[in-house]
């Protein structure tokens, strides 16, 4: 199981009318672990409130968050808003990347209002042709955009209120040339309708919606714990497994975070997540045990 590490908020700052900055540190100065843009890190605010956001910068002794305000969130926006001042301290843990910058002769990059935060950092390491069309609401809502004046070629980054262009944007793509796109769910669908999903990646702040009504009971074979145990219909694996007293590190229990992945032994899988690409899924090597299920009648999992 990850660490938790205490952190203590070192700055904080308004980024657009909603959205605020943390930086992070440890307490005494040390180092943080490695990480790689793409990456996220979980902040555990108070007891059952785990939420997780992209990392947007940093270096080998800080890390930067941003967080938009939800008025219908869960609370984890609004304990941020809040709560956490110059001075806080927070347990945060990870990072974790799923969402990594691959190798590519080029790049288009979509983000649309908060996505902007994993894609930001990507521009810095980016060392080969790329664009960024990037949206929202109003200007005064979409964070960063000074910062990317100053950073980066005006040519490269284009900047829009409201609906973006994406059919003209993401025509033409060179062979091996990847997207990458981060937002709400609308403007996600939109980007996967017209980029081959060899293409194509894509980092979700809201789960999928799966159809459950099919569902049905299923084993699984918990190879380290010495276990097999009955998923019924109506439950996950992470809760059956949960009951049995095994320990498994999870947090959104929606297959968006990617903190229960978990390594496949043998059987296929129904993979209900909003992490892994279709060619992870197609390996058939890890799994969200919070969402996903048995595609036949038994599963066996390093757990």
């Known amino acids: 199981m990850s660490e938790l590490l205490d952190l203590v908020v070192a700055e904080r700052r308004q980024e657009a009318l909603g959205v605020i900055s943390l930086v992070l540190r440890r307490p005494d100065g040390a180092p943080l672990p490695d990480w790689e843009p793409g990456a996220h890190i979980d902040l555990s605010l ?35 808003h809040s709560d956490l001042e110059p001075g806080s301290i927070v347990a ?34 980016a060392a080969v042709p790329w664009s960024l069309y990037y949206g929202g609401r109003s200007h005064e809502s979409m964070a960063f955009t000074e910062e990317l004046a100053a950073r980066h070629p005006a040519e490269l980054v284009r900047l829009c209120e409201g609906p973006l262009d994406l059919p003209e944007y993401l025509a033409g793509l060179r062979p091996g040339e990847l997207v990458y796109a981060c937002g709400p769910q609308p403007l996600l669908a939109a980007v996967e309708a017209l980029v081959p999903p060899e293409a194509l990646r894509i980092e979700r702040f809201t789960a999928v919606h799966t159809e459950t009504a099919d569902d049905s009971a299923f084993e699984v074979e918990l190879f380290r714990s010495r276990m097999t145990l009955t998923v019924p219909a109506g439950r996950s694996i992470l809760a059956t497994v949960q009951e049995a007293g095994v320990e498994v590190l999870y947090s959104c ?6 903190t229960c992945e978990t390594d496949v032994l043998a059987g296929g899988v129904d993979h209900r997540d909003s992490v892994l690409t279709a060619q992870e899924r197609a390996c058939n090597e890890t799994m969200m045990v919070c969402v996903s299920r048995a595609k036949g009648p038994r599963l066996t999992l390093d757990l």
């Open 46 to 80: 108070r007891e059952g409130l785990e939420r997780q956001y992209s990392l947007c910068g940093g270096d080998d002794r800080s890390w930067r968050i941003a967080v938009l305000r939800e008025p219908d969130g869960r609370g984890g926006s609004a304990y941020v």
């Open 92 to 125: 945060a843990r990870g990072p974790r990347n799923h969402f990594r910058l691959e190798p590519a002769p080029a790049y288009r990059f979509v983000a649309g209002g908060i996505g902007i935060t994993p894609i930001l950092a990507m521009l810095d390491t």
């Open 253 to 258: 229990t929606e297959g968006t975070c990617g």
